[in-house]
């Protein structure tokens, strides 16, 4: 599962625009997305370069090789000549990389796959894992023409999502959100911060049936989320359930929502540590709305 074609491209690609044009992919594409091990050692040279602002070009990557030698010997001038000369046009470098990601998600799933032939991992660990593993969207640029016409449609349509009941003044305020907008709340220490995501997030879920994730990076457990959620929904002082004083009516009414939350609702809360953590939960989960408590 690889085209060698597509990796060499890229990488005579890289090694006939130098630096700039690594600069623009190195947050796309990595060493391990290249199957071929010469490919994937000269791009590791690259990075290697980029790191130590020694510029990239076949002068400087030939000039390494031949100074190594035999530490590199899959590796030599002559190959690189061969791979520049085998690139068709540079203006097609993104559709190259395109290919070269996708082989390389593929190769991905089939490990996945192959692990749980041979019982290394079981059903679930084999769904989280293919959910992890994130694929390459190329993004298309658009012209201001279709922007415009985009805010006609959108105008229309409306935002994508409104806040719930609760919160429906700040509809009027910044009209709602569209899918893609990044909003931040700030705010001092214990100022209230968290218990408004999570009433966000309980009107979010329970009203508008939306689908949420939150990621909680030490601020809040998804316990102590969790009963937020409860306290909420039910009216319960937080506080009892950190003295004590749950009533069995209390309890009652928790298990009562138990098939509600867990079966119902589109809601998720999830301890991350990781900007990498984050985007495979992402991926995995699909969110409408996400909330990252907190941000540092």
């Known amino acids: ?31 391990e ?38 530490d ?20 097609n470098f993104y559709y190259y990389v395109k290919i070269v990601k996708d082989y390389a998600w593929k190769r991905e799933i089939l490990k996945k796959f192959n ?16 959910c992890a593993i994130p694929k390459y ?19 229309n349509r409306g935002m994508d999502f409104e806040f719930p009941e609760n919160f429906r003044s700040i509809n009027g305020l910044i009209g709602g959100i ?16 968290s218990s408004l995501m999570m009433n966000l997030t309980y009107g979010f879920v329970n009203e508008m049936d939306y689908r949420v994730l939150v990621v909680t990076i030490g601020e809040m457990s998804p316990k102590e989320n969790m009963r937020r959620i409860e306290a909420i929904a039910l009216k319960i002082n937080t506080m009892k359930f950190k ?17 509600h939350i867990n079966d119902i609702w589109k809601y998720n809360c999830i301890q991350v540590y990781t900007i990498s953590d984050i985007v495979r939960a992402v991926n995995r989960y699909q969110p409408d709305i996400l909330f990252i408590d907190y941000l540092q």
């Open 1 to 31: 599962l690889f085209d060698l074609g597509c990796e060499k491209a890229v990488i005579g690609s890289i090694l006939i625009k130098g630096t700039k044009l690594f600069e623009e992919a190195r947050s796309i594409i990595y060493p």
């Open 33 to 70: 997305d290249f199957y071929n091990p010469e490919c994937k050692m000269t791009f590791k040279i690259f990075t290697n370069f980029y790191a130590q602002k020694i510029p990239i070009d076949m002068l400087t990557v030939g000039k390494y090789i031949a100074e190594k030698g035999i």
């Open 72 to 91: 590199i010997d899959r590796l030599s001038i002559t190959f690189l000549m061969q791979i520049i000369n085998s690139v068709p046009t540079t203006a």
């Open 115 to 130: 692990d749980f032939k041979i019982d290394k991992i079981d059903t679930e660990k084999l769904i989280q894992g293919i």
């Open 137 to 155: 969207e190329e993004v298309k640029e658009k012209s201001n023409k279709e922007i415009m016409l985009e805010t006609i449609a959108d105008a």
């Open 178 to 193: 569209d899918r893609g907008n990044f909003i931040v709340i700030g705010g001092y220490p214990s100022t209230g911060k």
């Open 243 to 259: 003295n004590k004083s749950l009533t069995e009516e209390d309890q009652k009414q928790i298990k009562a929502m138990i098939p």
